[in-house]
């Protein structure tokens, strides 16, 4: 057929279309799609990108094989060219009803960010142009080691020699607030750029990443938006459980992860808990986010916060009382932020009232900032609040009952004490049913399992867990 006929044939085929799709996704996913020949019962159309076609075989591949077949006829084929260019010719054909999934994306472009605007594909400069946004006082240097952040610390090292090429793709780091997460995050994208100053690294939170893709959105850059980050090599999101209940955000994570994963990219993210606990996100992301390795960041112990308090307080330059120093170590828990701030309000207090720093002035300062933080959950409050919550006497759970629900309310007390005490688990075996330790590891094991299999026994565990925050 000549130019004349592939044209009408596809002319016919959006007068169908735009009769069965909204006006803005027509616009969007349909006029800029040319087509450029038909030949063996195949219509031929080129797309501008590879995010383009994966988009319309995941949302509308049945409105399109339905209209080829009332147009053409039962069994047309309809195959996608992605174009590197505008200027280009087509460099690869995907079939939509077939399983090819190649790609096309600008080998000699540069990206150019600038602020929270939507990122945007220009001609020319080199890697080592793309402002990576990594913060260069989070490294590995002033990361300071512990048992809780041992297996993290180690792995990020290990992805940070090698990015791409371990089994840890992705990497998922998750923990609660303040324990690290963005700074171990950082030091592995700031040592990859030591390594490899030619790899495209980026740093992103998840929130500026979602401002830019609606941005792309309202000024018809939605190509761009993509086009840039399937150029990234090491790509850092932070604070990923921000996507939760953003469907196109989401969608639009997938096809960028797909991508990058696919071709060999590393990805790094970080959430403030497991994937599993993300409700609200798609299915098909959770499976992508296990596919590396999940590693979590645990509450910091005592030791492990004395050793960051000196770390600060050495680099800089200051000098605090060692009775100063265990007192904040043992009454801020909770994040390692606060810990850094405490250290800072001390100094500032000291040098305009001309006080000396000790520990009355800490008790004041952490009493202060910490508030009340500084009432720390007790076993015997984990203890009352299990059996209330399952509807057992306190009594029970010291028993050697074989029960289920005792078993149960027994494991979850120690997975608890675990979680929100600085015990070790010999202590917590003992004050929970006069168990050893390798019960309490054996319990909080269980009960990490029970979480990734059943709602309904992570609903309780958090319930739980609402209800102790509440008492501090």
């Known amino acids: ?42 219509l031929f159309v080129q797309v501008p990108s590879q995010f383009f076609y994966e988009f319309l075989e995941d949302k509308y591949v049945d409105i399109l094989r339905k209209t080829l077949y009332k147009v053409i006829g039962e069994g047309t084929k309809l195959m996608y060219n992605v174009m590197v260019n505008s200027s280009s010719t087509p460099n690869q054909t995907v079939n ?103 790899k495209r690294v980026l740093y ?39 996507f939760v209940g953003v469907t196109r955000t989401q969608n639009t994570f997938f096809h960028i992860f797909n991508h990058l994963h696919q071709n060999g990219k590393q990805l790094i993210l970080t959430s403030d808990r497991a994937p599993v606990l993300l409700q609200g996100m798609e299915e098909r992301l959770l499976t992508r986010f296990k596919w590396g390795m999940v590693a979590e960041l645990e509450k910091p112990t005592t030791d492990l916060r004395k050793d960051i308090l000196r770390n600060k307080i050495h680099r800089d330059g200051l000098e605090f009382p060692t009775d100063v120093i265990d007192y904040i170590a043992e009454n801020v828990s909770d994040s390692v932020r606060d810990l850094e701030g405490i250290v800072i ?34 076993i015997e409050d984990i203890i009352n609040t299990v059996c209330k919550h399952f509807g057992l006497e306190i009594a029970a759970i010291h028993t050697k009952s074989r029960k289920r629900e005792v078993v149960q309310a027994r494991q979850v ?60």
């Open 1 to 42: 057929m000549n130019e004349t006929n592939h044209v009408g044939l596809w002319n016919r085929c959006l007068d169908i279309i735009r009769d069965n799709v909204d006006p803005p996704a027509f616009d969007t996913w349909f006029k800029p799609i040319v087509p450029y020949k038909y030949e063996d019962n195949t």
């Open 96 to 198: 939509l009803e077939g399983s090819n999934r190649s790609t096309a994306i600008p080998q000699n472009s540069t990206i150019r960010t600038g602020g929270n605007k939507a990122p945007t594909i220009l001609n020319a400069p080199a890697p080592q142009d793309l402002d990576p946004r990594l913060n260069p006082n989070y490294n590995f240097e002033n990361f300071i080691e512990g048992y809780s952040n041992k297996l993290s610390r180690s792995v990020a090292e290990a992805v940070a020699k090698d990015p791409a090429g371990t089994a840890f793709n992705p990497l998922f780091i998750h923990g609660a607030s303040g324990v690290g997460k963005t700074h171990l995050a950082n030091a592995v994208g700031t040592r990859i750029k030591e390594l490899y100053p030619e």
């Open 204 to 242: 992103v939170s998840a929130h500026l990443f979602q401002v830019q893709y609606t941005d792309s959105v309202r000024h018809n850059t939605t190509n761009d938006f993509i086009n840039f980050y399937q150029t990234i090599d090491v790509l850092i999101i932070d604070d990923i459980q921000e």
């Open 345 to 378: 309000a001390i100094m500032a207090r000291s040098t305009i009232f001309n006080k000396d720093i000790d520990l009355n002035l800490a008790k004041h300062i952490v009493h202060g900032v910490v508030r009340n933080e500084t009432k720390n959950i007790g």
């Open 413 to 472: 007390a120690m997975y608890l004490a675990k979680q929100h005490t600085d015990f070790s688990t010999s202590k917590i075996g003992k004050f929970i049913g006069g168990k050893d330790h390798a019960t309490v590891l054996h319990a909080c094991k269980t009960v990490k399992g029970q979480c990734e299999v059943d709602k309904t026994f992570r609903s309780d565990l958090e319930c739980i867990e609402t209800t102790l925050k509440q008492k501090k």
